[in-house]
């Protein structure tokens, strides 16, 4: 009965162990990277809404876009100085529209002086809003989330304020990334899902094999990334919500790059790829400059292209648009002339 008693105590000591070093493993591992997408859950009053935050870059400075998705779905972009991130004590919690460049607050990230004074002592003074109060660490937690499509949890510090509000704060203890989990002090904001590219390709270099198998694919594999994110931010983001099953739509317009990409519930729907273009800056496209699938490119005229493809009916996405429906593409030519209409425009779709 001893022996028992000894094995049994044993291997409580050593399951306690264990989850301690996976904690700590978690606290380790957990880092945002560019090219993630934090979805927030917000409540605000009455208004119950999605925060969508894309992270562009982590270090020295933090930028992201983010996106509230309602009927008007309104978007910017916040960069964080590097001495924001190293030492401010206030926060930017209101999401004006446009561009913002904080030097002296901080927004979903705390800064690291906030970060260590909460690790090492135990609390800290900060400014949410327009009121400094002073916040004390109460425990830490293992707090629920989806990360790419599974369940996880990421360890963080639970933290309250000490006065009659108990404003509360969850901070993912992520020494580099210490992004704020949750919140909730007069309105909430809690993190639900997390979702991440694998890597962001250096360029923009696809076969026409690869480009006719883009749609179906997610937003975050790499090559579909590559494509709605591209170096430079050249893309016009049109985000179109409906709250219901049809979820929300993107629609990325790169008119340089000479494409643009629809995007329904992170997968990517179609694809289309344009010649040259000149009209106003609304109409005008600049040459897709890479590889097209079955042999096509821009300089052949539909004869040509029909001795490629064969045939099709006309279809009434737009005029002179013909639908292969086996190939999974719409070609749309410069006219209905058979002689000497060029390749205008190439869409396809999964």
């Not at 924001?84 to 919690?93: C, H, L």
């Not at 660490?137 to 963080?156: E, L, M, S, W």
């Not at 609304?282 to 052949?300: H, N, R």
């Not at 099709?312 to 006219?335: F, G, M, Q």
């Amino acid at each position: 009965m001893k022996n028992s008693m000894k094995k049994l105590f044993l291997a409580a000591a050593i399951l306690m162990m264990l989850n301690g070093i996976t904690n700590l493993a978690a606290a380790q591992d957990f880092r945002v990277t560019p090219g993630m997408t934090l979805k927030y859950n917000v409540t605000d009053g009455e208004a119950k809404y999605q925060l969508w935050v894309m992270v562009h870059d982590v270090l020295p400075e933090v930028t992201f876009s983010w996106l509230i998705l309602n009927d008007k779905c309104p978007q910017g972009h916040i960069k964080i100085s590097a001495d924001a991130w190293r030492t401010a004590d206030k926060q930017n919690n209101l999401f004006d529209p446009g561009y913002q460049k904080l030097s002296e607050q901080t927004c979903i990230w705390v800064s690291q002086y906030v970060f260590a004074s909460l690790k090492n002592n135990g609390d800290v003074k900060m400014t949410p809003d327009q009121n400094e109060k002073h916040y004390v660490r109460k425990d830490y937690q293992d707090f629920p989330v989806k990360i790419n499509g599974t369940a996880a949890t990421i360890h963080c510090m639970h933290v309250e304020s000490d006065d009659a509000t108990k404003d509360q704060f969850f901070i993912a203890d992520a020494k580099q990334t210490p992004i704020i989990l949750k919140m909730n002090f007069g309105f909430s904001m809690e993190l639900f899902e997390i979702n991440s590219v694998a890597r962001i390709l250096p360029a923009l270099n696809l076969k026409g094999t690869e480009l006719l198998a883009l749609p179906g694919k997610s937003l975050y594999d790499p090559q579909v990334y590559s494509f709605t994110h591209p170096v430079g931010d050249s893309c016009d983001f049109i985000p179109i919500y409906k709250p219901t099953k049809e979820g929300v739509t993107f629609i990325y317009k790169c008119q340089a790059n000479g494409y643009q990409a629809s995007v329904m519930n992170d997968v990517l729907g179609s694809l289309e790829v344009y010649n040259t273009i000149k009209g106003d800056d609304d109409l005008s496209w600049t040459k897709y400059p890479g590889e097209l699938p079955y042999g096509l490119t821009f300089d052949l005229k539909r004869e040509a292209i029909e001795k490629l493809l064969g045939t099709s009916a006309k279809t009434s996405i737009r005029p002179n648009s013909y639908e292969y429906l086996d190939k999974h593409i719409i070609v749309t030519y410069t006219s209905d002339d058979v002689k000497k209409a060029k390749l205008k425009i190439l869409t396809i779709y999964k």
